[in-house]
Each structure stands twice: as C-alpha cells, then as structure tokens.
C-alpha cells in the first residue's frame, strides 16, 4: 500500500482561554481532542461532524497554516511544523469562509495567486484561463469579485484553489450556503478533480454531501472521531435498513413512544417526531395500526448518515 | 536541490525534493517572493481613491509654497541648530520631504493594513500559499515605501525648480527618504497589525500630527527648552528632519549617521512584530 498523503495520530488542538493566560494548561479549550485517521492518495475522505465539532480546526492543522498542540501529523509526507511552505505549495484550499481579493478583478484573483505560489507569469495566465471555463466563469473573467453570486465566488474560490495543480485539495465546506443547482454544479466539479486524481479532504455538515463525495468518512463531534468508514459501510453498520418516520402531534409523542418502544430495531424520539428504525417500514407501519396507533403523517425512508449521526451522538446533524 | 528553489517552483518536482530539504533559515517564515506581494499591490492600486493618493502627494507642496514663500518672506533667514542661516524656505522644505516620506509611508502601512486584516481577510489567504509572513511583510511594507519614494522624488523635483536645495549633497536625500520611508512603513504596519477597532486606529492620526509639528519640522529645536528637546529628538520624525536637512543644505557631519541607525532599527524593530504578529494571527 502506498504511504497516505495524510496521517493524523493523537492529533490535538487546544486553544487558551482568552483572558486566562495564567493559568494555561488547565483551562485551555480542546477543540480537537486526539484524532487519529489515514487518507490514501487519490481518496475522497470526509469529515462529517455539527457546528464545533473541530473540523475547520483539524483542516488547517492539515493545511499547515494552524499549529498542532500535540501528537502526529505528516501531510504528503512532510511535517506541517517545519515544512509549511511546502506542503502548502502543494495543497488546494477553500476555506469554510471565501476569502477571494476583492479589490481585483476575478481573473486577476487567479493570476495574483498563482503568483503567490511563484509560478512562471505565462503558466499561470494559461491555467487561469482553463480554471476560468472550469468554473464556468469565462463571461466574468473582468467582473468584480463583489459582484459575482454565492456560488461563482465558491467556484472562483475553487477555481484559485486549483492554480499551483494541487495534489490535494482541502474544501472546508464547499457548498454550504447555496441553493441545491449550484451545489450540483460544485460537486459535479469536485467529481471530475476527483476522477483526475486529486485527492479531496471535505468537511460537510451535510450527509447528501458526504454521500455524494466521500469514499471514506469520519464522524466527529466534539472534537472526537465517533465512527469511521464508507457512508454504505457506516449505514450498515449503525443504522437498519429503512427507517420509518412517524408524526403524532408534539403533544402525543411522548405517550406514543412509550407504546411502540419495542418497535423494529430502535426507536428514536425526536420533539416533532419518531423514527422507528427497521428492514421494513412498511411492516412496522402495519403493526402500529394493528395496535390503533395513526400517525397524522408517517413517511418510509432508507437510512442516511443522518440517522448514524443520531445514534451515535443522541443528535442532529444540523440543530 | 535546494528549499529555495523548490518555493519558487513548487509544481515541477512536488514531493521529492521537499522531503530532502533541511531546516530551512527562516524557519518556514520566508520564502523569496515578497514581490508577488508587491505585485498584487500595484494591480490594487488602480481600484483605490487616485484622490487620496494625489492629494498626499500636494499636501507638503502646499505647506512649502504656502510657508516657505509666504511666512518666508516675512521670516527671511533662520538659524539652524548648527548655526548657520539659511533662507526659511530652504529650511522647512527638507522638513517637509521627510513628513512627504513618512506620510506615503504611513498611509499604505497603516489604513490599507488595517483594512485588509480586519476585513479582506486577504493575508490568511496569501499565507495558505507557499508564502510566508515575512514575504507578506515586506512585500506590502515595500509599497508602502514605494509610494513614500513617489512623493518624495517629485517632492525634491518642486525643491530644486524653487532652488532649495543648497548642495549636491541633497541628492543623497533620496535614498535618505526611503529610509526613512522604511523605518515608518515597517513600524506602521506593525503598530497596526495589533490593532483591533477604528478607534484604536485614530491614536495613529493623533501620535502623527503633533509630531508633524513640533519635530523641528517649522523652527529650530533650540526654541524649546531642553527637557521638550529631549522629547522630540527621542521621536522618529526628528531623526528624518535633521538627516534630510543636512543633506539638502549640505551641512553634513559624521553625527549624522545616528539618524540612519535610528531608522535601520526602527526598520528592523517594524519587521520582527510584524512577522511575528502575522503569524501568531493567521499561522497559529
Ligand atoms: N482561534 C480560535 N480560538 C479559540 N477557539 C477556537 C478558535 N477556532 C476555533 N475555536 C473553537 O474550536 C471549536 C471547533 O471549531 P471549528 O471551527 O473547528 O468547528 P467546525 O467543526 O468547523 O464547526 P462549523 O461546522 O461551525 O464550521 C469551536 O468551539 C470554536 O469555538
Ligand atoms: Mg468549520
């Protein structure tokens, strides 16, 4: 097996407590709490986790522009504490934040940060320009970086990311924030990068995402790794089937629980409404009517991350 | 193959040649190509307030015909600290180009700086290239500086066509100006990259102007008693005053060269913080 282009061991991040610089040590928040986990070249790994959950952290530790507090790290094979520059001369990034040049022009944002990189003028001018039909933004190659749309900054921000040929690119939330097109858009993207080789490092508090882009995830809440594997695998291992979800009214969820807690395999409360976890939806629709339970709305459904996320951490993805 | 020339060519030889590479001199701060900084800035220039920029440019034209010819010719000559008299004119128009320097100097390292820390968030993504926050650095204090060396050649240009400038020694004022252009810029951006708040940011304006003033910029220090000389030569613009105006009226001495180490220091002194700010902020 080839050596991974990332390797985390024990990785930790703690932040001092603002105002507490005394007593460091003690008091310092742990936003990353020792996460251990390998990325193979060309994969597209994913990190899956709430708001908080440590994952921007975790990304710029990778992206050697944040400094870990303790244990290992090798990106591409190199330290990030004595190789920044040149992991991140191999690196593609998009912040979960765009932090695009708006006081250039959006072909110029390319050319300058091809620059940065210390690329050859000529070079850089000829990927800009493939970048730019990448991105579909050739019409707007003399805009404004204000004036372009959510998803056109996202794809300039991708686009810029792509300049210096990126064995790797790490995208911190890459669509959060637009409407289902653009996103489609984005990740049809990120799927030819993909095929081409590039291996994708994504953070997504989004399960459609990481089933459409990740081969292989993590989950992560508090700074913890919950559960690894492929979204299939995940699925599979810590969800049924099919999952049933049931509606009585907010005021009757609490009795009605009680009444089909032995229900499929797992049940699950939510304050609006009830999942019932089986092989057959269906059949445990039946059953319920066979115990004069109706839902006011019950809908059938395959499992998702979803609902690995629930009963891995008691909660929702997005709160 | 060394840890430089991978920087300047990163995509050619991707993984081999870094991990071969030794601990570097900088550590991962520097990385040669503070120019792209530089670059970067010129093609900003041309969407910021031409406004701003030319009117920084008369300001001390204005102050020099308005003073220096007006209040001149009711003054007539002035003693310098040296001794010697001088026609008022020629005394404050070295003053003047120093404040000119500091100015240009100031502005680009300061408000510009500001703006783009607080809300461009334009170096974290610079720093998540291959640079490194001494290229960012000097990259921009460098144009800062660039824009105190403009102000400050067509400044001596005005100086000369009025015939102010009293020996070839004023040459050297040039490069004298981009000293001090340096030592501003550098200490500038640095003061600024710990600010957080607009209101921070306007003690920059309310230091600045009475040591415009008072620094021997429109009189002979000697008219203040010692322990108010003490202050003011302790201040930076003093330094640049008495360097630029020994040179443009050919009053060189030896002890001039206090005044170039005052800046070599406030230069390097400017750099560290800066460095080292940038990087506890967007590399920590
Ligand atoms: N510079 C910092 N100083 C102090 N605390 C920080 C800093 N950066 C992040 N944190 C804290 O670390 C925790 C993890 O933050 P992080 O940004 O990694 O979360 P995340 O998983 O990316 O969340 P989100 O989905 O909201 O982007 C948060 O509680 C955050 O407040
Ligand atoms: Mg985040």
Redesign the pocket.
Known sequence: MPAPVIATQNLVKS?AVTGSKAARGSTD?V?VDGISFEVAAGESFGLL??????????MRMIGAVSTRTSGELSVLGLDPNRYGPEIRSQLGVVP?ENNLDTELKVRENLLVYGRYFGLPRAQVARRADELLEFAQLEDKANAKVDDLSGGMKRRLTIARALINEPRMMLLD?PTTGLDPQARHILWDRLFRLKEQGTTLLV?T?YMDEAEQLCDRLVV?DK?RIMAEGSPADLIRRYSSREVLEVRFGSTQNAEVAERIAAFGERVEVLPDRILVYSDSGERELERMSAVGLHPITSLVRRSSLEDVFLRLTGRNLIE | MTAGERTTNPSLAPSSAAASAGPRPFGGLYAGNARSVMARGWRATRSTNWLVVVSGFFEPIFYLLSMGLGLGALIGQVQTDDGQSVPYAAFIAPALLAVAAMNGAIYDSTWNVFFKMQFARLYEGMLSTSLGPLDVALGEISLALLRGLLYATGFLVVMQALGLNLSWWALLALPAVLLIAFGFASVGMAVTSYMKTFQQMDWITFVLLPMFLFSATFYPLSVYPQGIQWVIQALPLWHGVELVRGLTTGMVDLGMLWHVLYYAVMIVIGLVFTTRRLRALFLD
């Not at chain 1, 986790?49 to 975790?58: C, D, H, I, R, V």
Request: hydrophobic share 20%; glycine share 22%; aromatic share 10%.
């Open positions: 932040y928040f936003a986790g709430p708001n908080g959950a440590g994952k921007s952290t975790t979960q939330e953070t508090h992560v700074g």
